[in-house]
């Protein structure tokens, strides 16, 4: 994958360089082998979820505190999980549909290919996770989202220049936050809890759940965007290895009349 293929190379090494510009030539490269051997085991890891028994997915990726979503169950109450594509972001959100209370909806984009989309729809959707397409968000948070559900939201993708967003800096960098997950929090008032998704060892991973706020409404503008960032940034500088290099996370640029968070 890294000598032979080199996918996006060039990418995710001018990433480390910026986020980690303190670091010199040859830890930059270690920390791009180590996360290479990672990413492979992540599309491995993808298409075992394919076939893999419900019994495996709950081994490989545990929940250490579900107490701390199910007070919510208890009370009738919807809540926002969100993350970021770090470490095995794919069986985490797969996994989370039978081991918390709530029923469990993962946003997702449309795969162009129909047949595609299809087919990991329905790999997604083995245990118990429903998938709802981000098109159909706005529609999904209107009718169904109070119904004892658990949204989860991957925010850490780079928002596209047509969507309103906030600014902070983020692993050295001035970057965009898509708003999705504040707005969708402040309008319905959901409880906002940011995942932890460790590696144990090879293809092993817990996820630990933490509340940023359970009233949203009353948080300042930008507060829960910035500080579920800075969950994800804390990962990642601990652990670099583990998140998507391979994403051009920084394609946006500030403008003069956008204030940084």
Request: glycine letters at 4%.
């Amino acid at each position: 994958m890294y000598y032979a293929v080199g996918y996006r190379k060039k990418v995710v090494r001018q990433n480390l360089r910026n986020s980690f510009p303190e670091k010199s030539e040859s830890e930059i490269k270690s920390i791009e082998k180590k996360f290479y051997k990672h990413f492979l085991d992540i599309i491995i890891e993808s298409v075992k979820l394919f076939s893999v028994s419900e019994k495996q997915v709950q081994r490989r990726m545990r929940v250490t505190n579900p107490e701390v979503v199910d007070q919510y169950s208890k009370e009738g109450q919807s809540v926002i999980i969100v993350g970021g594509h770090y470490n095995s972001w794919e069986m985490a959100g797969t996994a989370l549909g039978n081991q918390i209370h709530h029923q469990a909806v993962a946003l997702y984009s449309v795969l162009k290919d129909p047949f595609f989309d299809r087919i990991m729809k329905d790999s997604r959707e083995r245990f118990g996770t429903r998938m709802v397409s981000t098109k159909r968000s706005s529609r999904f948070f209107a009718g169904e989202s109070r119904n004892n559900c658990a949204i989860i939201f991957g925010a850490d993708q780079s928002p596209t220049h047509n969507k309103s967003v906030y600014w902070t800096t983020f692993l050295n960098q001035e970057t965009a936050l898509a708003v999705g997950t504040e707005a969708y929090a402040k309008k319905y008032n959901f409880p906002v809890i940011y995942v932890y998704v460790r590696k144990q060892k090879r293809s092993t991973y817990t996820m630990t759940f933490e509340v940023i706020t359970d009233k949203p409404q009353e948080t300042p503008e930008g507060y829960i965007s910035v500080e579920h960032t800075k969950r994800l940034e804390s990962e990642i500088l601990n652990e670099p290895e583990f998140w998507l290099w391979t994403h051009k996370r920084w394609k946006r640029k500030r403008l003069p009349d956008e204030k940084l968070l």
